[in-house]
């Protein structure tokens, strides 16, 4: 779970496509849901811009998918996702 807090490129998705152009690059990491924070997969470094969850299933080293519950629910401690500070909750 403390990868998934940090915003990180998504397996060795830089390869050529069939095109021979380069293939986008994804990252993964946390973000605010109604419920909680969740996994996310994002087009940018940041993490801001999120895209489809399903693009982690074609990218990630064994085709697992992230996980749909929240990684952590309101009310609970936040300090592992203190770069997310519009979800803190007392």
């Known amino acids: 779970m403390n990868e ?18 380069d293939a986008p690059v994804y990252y993964v990491g946390a973000y605010c849901g109604s419920r909680g924070v969740y996994a996310g997969v994002f087009s940018d470094a940041s993490c801001t ?18 996980p749909k519950e929240a990684l952590v629910s309101y009310g609970k401690v936040f300090s592992l996702f203190s770069h997310l500070d519009t979800c803190l909750v007392d």
Request: net charge neutral.
């Open 4 to 21: 998934l807090a940090e915003c990180r490129q998504l397996g060795n998705n830089k390869n050529n496509n069939n095109n021979g152009e």
């Open 49 to 66: 811009k999120k895209v489809s969850s399903s693009i982690y299933e074609t990218y990630s080293n064994d085709g697992a998918s992230l």
